[in-house]
T-cell receptor, first 111, second 113 residues
Framework: QKEVEQDPGPLSVPEGAIVSLNCTYSNSAFQYFMWYRQYSRKGPELLMYTYSSGNKEDGRFTAQVDKSSKYISLFIRDSQPSDSATYLCAMSPNTGNQFYFGTGTSLTVIP | DSGVTQTPKHLITATGQRVTLRCSPRSGDLSVYWYQQSLDQGLQFLIQYYNGEERAKGNILERFSAQQFPDLHSELNLSSLELGDSALYFC????????????FGPGTRLTVL
């Protein structure tokens, strides 16, 4: 079993839709959770960073962590064509430690 | 711009050859991480250095090696290259302290012919 599981998609939505992206994990030691956005073959760009359980909002993006279910989500409101990218979840047990990445979900927002 | 730089951007070489990829971390960051991303594959963690010392090792082949220098830049050496080594190689850096996260460079695209 992989440490981090992520549905690869692809996911296609109309502009303005709410997008939900998810990851599950098996290691209960994970405490730090990140979402990265990667445009085609470019370097991943950090979107959201959360510690432990709870919600965090930044503009149109909301990250949720449910440690009891070992499940994290990223919601994108009012999706735009510019949001079309691959979204990678990542997590770590402790600071300065190795990050464990999901395989990424490919999202296309259709104008 | 993440502040992490990688050179070269593209590299084309032949099987059996050796190449060196270079990474300069963000100013103030002590940790450097190397990742490999093949077509349709996720990011595969290779190795991490912190302030010149190896901290963690992932799925790094014996043909690959890395080091971090006193000025904190890092090099990833790939030898006896095979066709399957063709991939994007990313470097990331972090400050290595509480609450840190990783910032990625633009990557080096390696093509082995």
């Amino acid at each position: 079993q992989k440490e981090v599981e992520q549905d690869p998609g692809p996911l296609s939505v109309p502009e303005g839709a709410i997008v939900s992206l998810n990851c599950t994990y098996s290691n209960s030691a994970f405490q730090y959770f990140m979402w990265y956005r990667q445009y085609s073959r470019k370097g991943p760009e950090l979107l959201m960073y959360t510690y432990s359980s709870g919600n965090k909002e930044d503009g149109r993006f909301t990250a949720q962590v449910d440690k009891s279910s070992k499940y994290i989500s990223l919601f994108i409101r009012d999706s735009q064509p510019s949001d079309s990218a691959t979204y990678l979840c990542a997590m770590s047990p402790n600071t300065g430690n190795q990050f464990y990445f999901g395989t990424g979900t490919s999202l296309t927002v259709i104008p | 711009d993440s502040g992490v730089t990688q050179t070269p951007k593209h590299l084309i070489t032949a099987t059996g050859q050796r190449v060196t990829l270079r990474c300069s971390p963000r100013s103030g960051d002590l940790s450097v991480y190397w990742y490999q991303q093949s077509l349709d594959q996720g990011l595969q963690f290779l190795i991490q250095y912190y302030n010149g010392e190896e901290r963690a090792k992932g799925n790094i082949l014996e043909r690959f090696s890395a080091q971090q220098f006193p000025d904190l830049h890092s090099e990833l050496n790939l030898s006896s290259l095979e066709l399957g080594d063709s991939a994007l190689y990313f470097c990331a850096s972090s400050d290595g302290t509480g609450g840190d996260t990783q910032y990625f460079g633009p990557g080096t695209r390696l093509t082995v012919l």
